[in-house]
């Protein structure tokens, strides 16, 4: 038997990058997943090419959506076992130049995302003794220059994660969360042009020199396909470092 197999399962943000490796791998090993994401062509797309449950889509800011999707992940798998809290941004500027919008919204995809997902999906969770997996970061638990409110709403997702776990352990659900270090999808893409100007150092060389090369979704998907898995029955409230090495020395 497959280690997911028979588990329901829900993913924001699931239309690229982490996400849907999540989702490709959790359903490679038994699980019927439903993908979610803002982006509604990627979110059919990515369910298309991995023989995905189904699609529910919403923009985790959006409280209402997030129930709604949620809802009809349920219906369309009959209950839910995981819940993949992966939506995501980043920004990248130094502090003093960050506007308060930006850092509100960094806050409200990053820690309020999570927040109202998991809220909606309790109920169903206590139903099936099921657990949540939050896709945190390196950056939660070490401070970097140019990503103060990215750091700052990792650190938060690492406490609400200690906390649900807490809350909700004596009904039978867990909740833990992966920190990943650098991983190749659009995300770092995106950030190496800031890395570079600020270090003056090639960002392949910082990558080798700090964590021997860049994750692949694949090694963040592994970790939380054991996470969601009945094989960690006993792990809960934990956040697991996956990043080459980058935050031991
Ligand atoms: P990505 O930008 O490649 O993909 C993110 C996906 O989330 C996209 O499909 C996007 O449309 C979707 N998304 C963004 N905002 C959303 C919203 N408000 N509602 C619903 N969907 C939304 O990013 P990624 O690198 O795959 O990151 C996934 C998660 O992993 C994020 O939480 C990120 O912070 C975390 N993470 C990434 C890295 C890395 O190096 N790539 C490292 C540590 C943590």
Redesign the pocket.
Known sequence: MSELSGKRVFV??????????IAALFIERGASVVV????EA??AS?ATEIGAAGVA??????ESAVQEAISAAVAILGGLDVLV??????ISSPLSQQSTDSFDHIY???VR?PFVAMKAAIGHLVESKGNVVN?????GVGGSPLLGS?CA??AA?IQLTRVAAVEMRPAGVRVNA??????????????VPDFEAATQVPFGDLVAAKQGR??T?QD?AEVCAFLASDRASWITGSHYIL?GGLTAS
């Open positions: 924001t943000g699931s239309g690229a990058g982490i996400g849907k490796a979610s994401d803002r982006d990627a979110a990515a889509n919403c923009d985790v800011t959006d809290n992966n939506a995501g941004i980043e409200a995809v990053n995302g896709i945190a970061s390196v950056a990215y709403t990792k997702l992966v920190c990943p270090g650098f991983a190749d999808t659009s995300m770092v893409e995106r950030l860049l994750g979704p963040i990043d």
